[in-house]
Structures are given as structure tokens and as C-alpha cells.
């Protein structure tokens, strides 16, 4: 596609029920990400895929959360029993890169999370 | 833990002005700064990216510099448009990540009025 998407762009949620998240990274993009962007903050790193790989999930806050990309492409940030504290902007991004990081990150508009 | 910070917080300029925007991190050993506009509701997008061997990058309007032995970058706005209103977020890449864990700044608010 012309760029990363994500969606629902906007999801509320009762405390406690579960959520998916989808990213649809840019087509052939090895690398992707996933970040937590609290209001008036920066984005914090989540968790990171090569491919179908997840090489890094040292950012997922609690066992809560679950981040999957079994083919490779899409991917699905899931969290079970939502809390209020999860309330927050869900960022994906994508690279062409598998190595270093030198490539630039496409990031989606993100998805908007309100826990009640 | 690594630590970038941003200043000011926020900014208000007029239309036509040049600005300034400070990054600080502790980040070290890194691999590369960026830089990145963020309009509300909107991902981030990439300004300038510059390895620790660089010592200023530009992208149009913008032009961003780097003092690794001060630990200091900054990310100079010339002659503002309504459309620079925006979050813009420091980034510092870590060297030891095989890949690309970045530290983001919280980023500086820039509103420019007309």
C-alpha cells in the first residue's frame, strides 16, 4: 500500500474486555513496530518484528499484552482485560531494513485507546 | 535508562519567523538522531536522520545539528508556515541494538500564528 495503516483508528473499551489492534505495514517492508504514545508524551517502544519474528518484546508493559505478524506482514497487537492506564495512542511503523536501523520508520496514524 | 529531553516544552511563533528546537539525550554509545514532525491525530514523520559521524543534516526549511561530545542536537526552523504547527520529537537510536530500538523525546509543541 501507499502507507502504513492501521485500524480501528479510534477504539473504546470496558475495563476488562479484550482488544485487537491491526497494523498493515507498508508492502515488503521487513521490519515493524509497535509503540505506546501517552497523551503529551513521546512514543514508547513496544515490541519489534523481522519478518514473522518478534526479535524484541522487552517494552510490552505486562503479559497482558500480545503482539503477533504470523506471515510476515499484518500484524495484530492484542490486549486482554483491558485497564485503564492502557488508554493511550497505539503507534505501527515499518522499515525496509532487517539490520541496523539506518532506514527511515513509516509510521501509521495510529489507533486511539479509551478504557472506561 | 536512556533519556532524551527536549526544550522548550512548547513554542509560540508568528508566521515568516525562525525557531529553534533543543534536543539533549544520554544515549551512548548511539547510532543515529532523528527528528520528527508530529501533527495532532497523525503519526510521526521523519525529518532528518544523522549518524553520530554528522554534524548537521537539512530537509528544506529544516536543518538539524549534532555536537556528539556535548550530547546536544537542534533542529532549526526557517521562516515558519502555519503548517509547521506541530509536535516535533527528538529520537535517538541506540548503538548496541542490532536493529532499531529508538528513544523518543517527548517532543516540543509548536504552535505558529498568523
Known amino acids: 500500500g501507499a502507507g502504513v495503516s492501521q485500524s480501528p483508528r479510534y477504539k473504546v473499551a470496558k475495563r476488562g474486555q479484550d482488544v485487537a489492534l491491526r497494523c498493515d505495514p507498508i508492502?515488503?517492508?521487513?521490519?515493524l513496530f509497535w509503540y505506546q504514545q501517552a497523551l503529551g508524551q513521546g512514543p514508547e517502544f513496544l515490541t519489534y518484528?523481522?519478518?514473522?519474528?518478534?526479535?524484541?518484546k522487552s517494552g510490552l508493559p505486562s503479559d497482558r499484552f500480545f503482539a503477533e505478524r504470523p506471515e510476515g506482514s499484518v500484524s495484530t497487537l492484542k490486549i486482554q482485560r483491558t485497564q485503564q492506564e492502557d488508554s493511550a495512542v497505539y503507534l505501527c511503523?515499518?522499515?525496509?531494513?532487517?539490520?541496523?536501523?539506518?532506514?527511515?520508520?513509516?509510521f501509521g496514524p495510529g489507533t486511539r485507546l479509551l478504557v472506561l | 535508562k536512556n533519556q532524551v529531553e527536549q526544550s522548550p516544552q512548547s513554542l509560540i511563533i508568528l508566521e515568516g519567523k525562525n525557531c529553534t528546537l533543543q534536543?539533549?539525550?544520554?544515549?551512548?554509545?548511539?547510532?543515529?538522531l532523528r527528528w520528527y514532525k508530529q501533527d495532532t491525530g497523525r503519526g510521526p514523520v521523519s525529518l532528518t536522520i544523522?549518524?553520530?559521524?554528522?554534524n548537521t543534516k537539512s530537509n528544506g526549511r529544516y536543518t538539524a545539528t549534532l555536537d556528539a561530545d556535548t550530547k546536544q542536537s537542534s533542529l532549526h526552523i526557517t521562516a515558519s508556515q502555519l503548517s509547521d504547527s506541530a509536535s516535533y520529537i527528538c529520537?535517538?537510536?541506540?548503538?548496541?541494538?542490532?536493529?532499531?530500538?529508538?528513544?523518543f523525546g517527548k517532543g516540543t509543541m509548536l504552535l505558529v500564528s498568523p
Open positions: 511503523a515499518s522499515s525496509s531494513d532487517g539490520g541496523a536501523g539506518f532506514e527511515t520508520q513509516y
Open positions: 508492502s515488503g517492508h521487513v521490519s
Open positions: 518484528f523481522q519478518n514473522e519474528a518478534q526479535l524484541d
Open positions: 534536543c539533549n539525550y544520554t544515549v551512548s554509545p548511539f547510532s543515529n
Open positions: 544523522m549518524t553520530f559521524s554528522e
Open positions: 529520537v535517538v537510536s541506540p548503538w548496541d541494538s542490532g536493529y532499531s530500538t529508538l528513544t
